[in-house]
């Protein structure tokens, strides 16, 4: 069966549908990682968004239980050159085409992925529908052109917890090493939901978090009725200024208690100390992005998935750069020491990804530490 991808500026491209027979609607993004399509379709940071994985064959291994970083696919619609359709793992539960399928998310294959890709570097990201079942042209240009704005819609209360939840599990034994595990107290987190994924959760109980997990609209004074030791604040989808109320609580817990911002939660920080967010052209998204942290000169491979970044020259006095994309320069992460606030634009937690960065979790827990003697 046909499918069809057109973008707001009349770009279409024809190719064969996979997954559900269906439309989806979203912001079309790229994605350059090889591996880790099922955490990808599943991050809640994708919500509102069609990923067009630059990586030619996707399906390889299937997917199964263990690596969704969510209930469901968050991700609208999923763009492929080619979709296997035979996947060999032995953990392989059922087909990327199944599993899509089931979960009611359309999918395209046999499309340059590279010509969609190129286009969005050069003209930038920009809104687009998948349908496998309008294909007249004009009519999905015109409803690419009517798709709601990420700047209009507030996503993270899309994807956010509905209510307090304790959060327990690690990740799956096979997958941890006693080099990451954590001797010692154990302190209670609670980790604002903008959206998390699983794994960073997981790390946060294995680095030896008692880990509460809250609504994005949770307010300062429920936080602090919980009695933490320690504050998470997620990564999650959308323009960091929609959710005016989630930057506003962290604003008032900022020196509370110590803090540590991933992703969305990287940006909320920053705009809860009164800095500036901008959009990136393009975004930062895939498995292999360079960042330098600058404490250390170290350079670490990076897992991300953002479209906004951090103005620097906008941080308020007291707070330092840690690290700095070498791709563009732009900031990937910053501290406030006086408020014991650390924050960083990529994901440490690598799933997928390298785990060059995993060691922030314990640098979190060391500064729980020493403010909790």
């Keep these: 069966m046909e499918s069809i991808l057109a973008l707001e500026d009349g770009r279409v491209f024809r190719g064969r549908a996979f997954g559900a027979q269906a439309e989806q609607s979203g912001e079309v993004v790229f ?21 067009v994985m630059t990586y030619p064959e996707i399906g390889n291994y299937g997917t199964n ?19 296997s359709q035979f996947p ?49 042209v004009a009519s999905l240009v ?59 959760l997981n790390l946060l109980v294995e680095v030896g978090f008692d880990v509460t997990v809250v609504p994005a609209s949770c307010t300062a004074d429920e936080v602090l009725e919980l009695a933490p030791d320690a504050i998470f604040l997620s990564n999650g989808p959308g323009d960091p200024e929609v959710p005016a109320y989630a930057i506003a609580t962290v604003g008032r817990l900022i020196g509370r208690k110590p803090m540590f911002g991933i992703c969305l939660g990287h940006q909320i920080a920053a705009l809860a100390l009164g800095a500036k967010t901008f959009k990136l052209k393009f975004g930062h ?15 670490e491979i990076t897992s991300q998935n953002h479209g906004y970044a951090v103005d620097p020259d906008t ?4 707070s330092e750069v840690t690290h700095v994309n070498l791709n563009d320069r732009t900031c990937e992460g910053f501290v ?5 606030l650390m924050a960083v634009q990529y994901h440490p937690e690598a799933s997928p990804g390298p785990h060059d960065s995993m060691g922030l979790f314990h640098r979190f827990r060391s500064m729980v530490a020493e403010a909790s003697r």
């Design 65 to 83: 239980s263990d690596d969704c970083e969510s209930d469901r696919p968050q991700a609208g619609g999923m763009v492929v050159r080619e979709v």
């Design 315 to 318: 941080l308020p006095q007291g």
């Design 31 to 51: 994605n350059t990682s090889m591996t880790g399509y099922q955490e990808i379709l599943t991050d809640p940071s994708y919500r509102g968004q069609i990923v």
């Design 285 to 299: 998204r895939g498995a292999n992005h360079p960042v330098m942290d600058l404490s250390t000169r170290k350079v």
């Design 142 to 200: 015109r409803k690419a052109r009517s798709t709601p704005m990420l700047k209009d819609v507030d996503l993270v209360a899309e994807v956010t917890s509905p209510s307090n939840r304790t959060w327990t599990a690690t990740r799956p034994k096979r997958w941890r090493t006693e080099a990451f595990a954590v001797d010692g107290p154990r302190y209670k987190c609670v980790a604002f939901d903008f959206g998390s994924k699983r794994n960073i």
């Design 88 to 136: 060999s793992s032995w953990r392989a539960n059922q087909s990327l085409h199944m599993y899509l399928s089931n979960m009611g998310v359309p999918g395209i294959s046999e499309v340059d992925t590279r010509a969609i890709t190129k286009h969005i570097r050069c003209a930038g990201t920009m809104r687009g529908v998948l349908s496998s079942v309008d294909r007249d």
């Design 336 to 340: 406030l020491a006086e408020s014991r």
